[in-house]
């Protein structure tokens, strides 16, 4: 185990202390460990932006080890988005070299007096002043402390999290972002501009550990979805989520966007300069992508799935060009980019239907303009923009006027790019996800990535073909309850999962060996009940702040209005032939798809041992080593 480090911003003082073996074994680390911290110093009546709230940057046991995609980290606290648990995930090499630097995870209180930034070197922690950074971009000031720092690595907020914009994000490495429920705001609300982390070596592990990391290592490399990754990074999802109907596009009122061609893996393909990876990855997903000449000239890593949807489809725009400017514009400012494009979707479908007109802005759907200036004014809280940056949850409200029904959100935060009238175990995990709408919480990727050896090795030979039918309901529960547990083993150790829960090149058991190896030992089944306790502890935080099942909810489009699916022509082919593209269905591949959610949600409360409000039970808990919690549970329950 490493150090913990307590660090109040407000007094200055520093408290670093060793991490106690028996919690960290208990839940894991990163994720984990980090919603214990949080759960055991974060009170209900503490709100987000209170000092007393508590920003966490944790690592797991496997970050910065020589184990294949040991790069992530977290950044946890109360969330402004939907008050409730909140973290996000980052990658790239801060958080190997934060391990690097000897801790565990600092966590951070109170409010320092004017701004400032926490360097962590080698067993210690200091609070230097950073009046000088603040109004600075994420790149500027980044920049300035690398050089100030020679060899460390910094994870900074941009004028968004200054701005206390409800989903700001955290970024390092140039563009690596932790993005989601809104950390980088909490980070501002503390006026704390950055974390600096530096380590004089390597993170010491034992020789069987080593060896079990290296064929681990080359069973990720040659694994075909690592292969894919390699060759054509996250955008490569376009062109098949778009046959599939997976492609959210103008605020999810269809499921499709005829000219997706023009933003998928090839067409990005035409503006990447170099590829990179993270640390000891060996798939390399990441593109760096490069548009304009001179001083207009944006280079950035990216753009990813996630990040051309939602400034392409989402908001009517197949202009490849403003998608990778917007990505960067994004990480400059420090804005979470799902939840960033689903704020200018819902402004432009609410322009459509005449609740919001803003003269100096073309609000129109696709408009390239309107779509870059709104980010600037979305960090900077300036006219339309300062609506925007509460989320589309508050900005419905304020609104009124029936605006909540283009607010595509679950609990606060914006659903990402994924849709759940054709994805039905995306639509479940969107709802169950405690910190609110997310891919990642569950990521149940096993229907729709066509993993029938995955499905038939986890679950019993009944549940198929019907758990393969991506818009069938049946079986989806049982796999979401799976893969929750799975991703929070995955976030916990500090793996990517990319290496684990997407690919499944590596499965529980690789994990558990792995910890094993390393002195942490755990059983398969073992480390499978620690994360089923990481995601009853998170779950547990939002009860006690008053959560219950009308939180699992998605908005009515996905529950009431029918989807759906067309088959289109091949706009591509049909561009080269230099003949029209006339985008027109030429029939239906599927239709009349909404997704059922009560009753799923009614299955998935059952498998967990939940009631159907959403509550663990007490012998849930205590069987889960929670017993402690059970006074924490609403009325009856207690």
Known sequence: ??????????????????????????????????????????????????????????????????????????????????????????????????????????????????????????????????????????????????????????????????????????????????????????????????????????????????????????????????????????????????????????????????????????????????????????????????????????????????????????????????????????????????????????????????????????????????????LDLIARRRGLGDLLAEGVKRAAERLGHGAERYAMHVKGMEIPRQEPRVAKAFGLGHATSNRGADHLYALPTIDIAGLRETAERLFPPEYLPEMMDLTGEKFKAEMVVFTEAFAAIVDSVGVCKFSTSETYALYPEDLAEGLTALGQAYTAKELLEAGERVVNLERMYNVRVGFTRADDRLPDRFTKTPATVYIYPDGRRLEAEGKPVRMEPTGVAKDGLVIGLDGMLDRYYDLRGWTRNGVPTPEKLKDLGLGGLVGDLPGKLN
């Open 1 to 374: 185990m490493g150090l913990t480090a307590y660090v109040d911003l407000t007094t200055g003082v520093v408290d670093i202390k060793p991490t106690d073996p028996k919690t960290a074994h208990d839940f894991i680390g990163s994720r984990g460990y980090a919603a214990k911290l949080l759960y055991d110093l974060v009170p209900p009546e503490v709100e987000p932006f209170d000092p007393a709230n508590r920003l966490i940057f944790s690592v797991g046991p496997l970050t910065g080890t020589p184990w294949p995609t040991s790069s992530r980290y977290t950044v946890t606290a109360r969330s402004p988005l939907t008050t409730g648990y909140g973290y996000a995930n980052g990658a790239g090499f801060f958080g190997p070299e934060l391990r690097m630097a000897g801790f565990d995870a600092l966590v951070v209180g109170g409010r320092a007096e004017k701004p400032v930034y926490l360097l962590a070197e080698d067993g210690r922690v200091e609070v230097r002043p950073a009046t000088d950074l603040w109004g600075r971009t994420t790149e500027e000031a980044e920049k300035a402390l690398r050089e100030r720092h020679q060899g460390s690595r910094v994870a900074s907020i941009g004028p968004a999290g200054e701005n206390l914009v409800r989903f700001a994000a955290v970024i390092n490495d140039y563009g690596r972002a932790a993005a989601r429920a809104g950390m980088g705001a909490v980070m501002g609300s503390k006026r704390l501009k950055a974390v600096v982390a530096k380590g004089a070596g390597k993170v010491d592990v034992p020789k069987e550990f080593a060896a079990v990391a290296r064929r681990k290592m080359e069973a990720v490399r040659v694994h075909p979805g690592s292969e894919f990754l390699r060759q054509w990074g996250t955008a490569s999802l376009i062109r098949g989520k778009n046959i599939k109907g997976d492609l959210p596009s103008r605020n999810h009122q269809t499921v499709q966007f005829p000219t997706a061609y023009r933003v998928d893996a090839e067409s990005v393909a035409k503006h990447v300069v170099k590829t990179r990876g993270c640390y000891a990855c060996p798939i390399r997903c990441a593109r760096v992508s490069r548009v304009g000449e001179g001083e207009t000239a944006v280079e950035v890593e990216g753009p990813e799935y996630e990040t051309i949807d939602a400034f392409g489809p989402l908001v009517g725009n197949d202009d490849l060009e403003t998608i990778i400017r917007a990505n960067a514009l994004c990480n400059n400012l420090g804005l979470d980019t799902i939840s960033a494009g689903v704020a200018i979707a819902f402004a432009m479908e609410c322009h459509e239907h005449g609740l919001i007109d803003d003269s100096r802005i073309d609000l129109s759907w696709g408009d390239k303009g309107t779509i870059l200036a709104l």
